[in-house]
């Protein structure tokens, strides 16, 4: 079940994950958390009898209080939450939602409704795992998101970067300028630079900058200026040193990040997003891509060395975040995925979740309204029917949720 913006929504005796021992009762009004206190042991053991009582009364009360302010707003509806967890919306910080084909020239094969109608349930699903707010890592534009979000009635929030900054951009600060003018028209908040190679790149060549220095200085500074936020698909290299001169705001993928650039995206607060499991996915010759072997090579090279960067990060203090680069309807709705290959990875339980809510907030710089269950937040929120920090598999986690709450609607996202 997907709730969007919460009228009048209370949670007695509910667990918050990764908080042990403790009960809370959580109070929603009009998409926002407004009360998160510990409940009293007695009352929580209570709750489950005095719920149906305490939803009749507040129904005649607020009917009565209806009828005197002319207000249609409904009854405050009090769940029951002793056999519950919650936990902040999850936030995937690289996705893909316009993509419906792993090869553009696939999608360019289809009919356009059918694209239209294939990116609405990558939505949906997306939503349905837990994830309520994305940052869409190229192809979607702000105007197909909110047309999406409001003819499909999926209220997914979503950071915008329209355009990749890629090698046919590398024409020197004029072209850039223009170019960036053009992004900046469309309303996108974010500007995605791709600054090496990826999978189509041969593995010699995977980490040489398509940029100069110069370029990628100046496409940095002049987003900044205009009060963009920047993040840099960068797997290695040089590209990461000139991220941590720049300031930007996150590295993406970085699998062979050394040591000693951990230290340097440290000082200058870079975060680092590795998108992980996309390539152990695509390196597996059974798995749901089916890609070339060619490019499942790569792509082993690139899981080979994961592990190592995602260590280096950690070591240093880099904050760390989630993203999946999910772009098919054979990975949209998987996202939690890659929590798990975080905890291979080594991150523990709660870093993992960190990584994927209230760290993942403040990369986006939402770290006062999004990643939290606290008071004065939007309530996007995840609802578990089981221990979600207890849960040995993506399956098993994605099976347990039994709903999902959004803070805002379709029509203020639209």
């Known amino acids: 079940m997907i709730l969007a913006k919460p009228e009048r929504k209370s949670f007695k005796g509910i667990a918050i994950a990764g908080i042990p021992d403790k009960r809370f009762d959580v109070e929603i009004r009009s998409g926002r958390f407004v009360s998160v206190r510990e409940a009293d042991a007695a009352a929580a053991a209570g709750a489950a009898a005095q719920a149906g009582a305490a939803t009749q009364a507040g129904a005649a009360a607020q009917g009565e209080e209806a009828e005197s302010a002319g207000s249609s707003d409904p009854a405050a509806e009090i769940v029951d939450g002793s056999e519950l967890w919650i936990t902040p919306g999850l936030i995937d910080l690289h996705t893909h939602m316009a993509w419906t084909d792993f090869d553009h020239a696939d999608q360019d094969k289809r009919d356009p409704a059918e694209v239209e109608a294939m990116q609405a349930r990558a939505f949906e699903a ?12 190229g192809g979607l534009t702000p105007a197909a ?9 999926q209220p997914l929030r979503i950071d915008n970067g329209s355009h990749m900054f890629g090698a046919a951009d590398a024409r020197g600060a004029d072209y850039l300028k223009r170019k960036a003018d053009e992004v900046f028209a469309s309303g996108a908040n974010w500007i995605k630079i791709m600054a090496t190679g990826g999978l189509g ?3 010699e060549s995977v980490t040489d900058p398509v940029f100069t220095e110069d370029e990628f200085a100046f496409l940095v500074r002049y987003a900044h200026e205009n009060g963009r936020k920047v993040f840099v698909h960068a797997w290695g290299g040089a590209a990461i040193d000139w991220s941590a001169r720049a300031g930007v705001q996150s590295i993406e993928h970085g699998m062979f990040l050394t040591a ?13 997003v590795p998108t992980a499991s996309i390539y152990r996915i695509a390196a597996d010759p059974q798995g749901v891509l089916g890609l ?5 090579d790569r792509a082993a090279r690139a899981v080979e060395a994961h592990a190592n960067a995602v260590a280096y990060a950690k070591r240093a203090g880099v904050r760390i975040g989630f993203g999946t680069d999910y772009a098919t309807p054979h990975l ?28 993942a907030a403040r990369i986006l710089g939402r770290s006062g ?17 089981s221990d979600p920090y207890a849960a040995r598999s ?13 803070g805002t609607d379709e029509s203020e996202l639209a």
Request: charged share 25%.
């Open 126 to 137: 997306t939503l349905r795992t837990g994830v309520t707010t994305v940052r869409d890592a």
């Open 145 to 153: 998101a909110a047309h999406l979000v409001r003819e499909y009635r």
């Open 201 to 203: 790149a041969p593995t």
């Open 260 to 272: 000693d650039q951990a230290a340097r995206l440290a000082e200058a607060n870079v975060a680092f």
């Open 292 to 296: 070339p072997p060619v490019i499942r």
């Open 332 to 359: 949209h709705g998987r996202n939690l995925q890659e929590l798990y290959t975080l905890l291979d990875y080594g991150l523990n339980r709660e870093e993992a979740w960190i990584a994927a809510t209230s760290d």
């Open 369 to 385: 309204e999004l990643g939290s269950i606290a008071e004065g937040y939007l309530s996007d929120a995840v609802i578990f029917g």
């Open 394 to 406: 993506e399956a098993e986690l994605r099976g347990s949720i039994a709903a999902v709450i959004t």
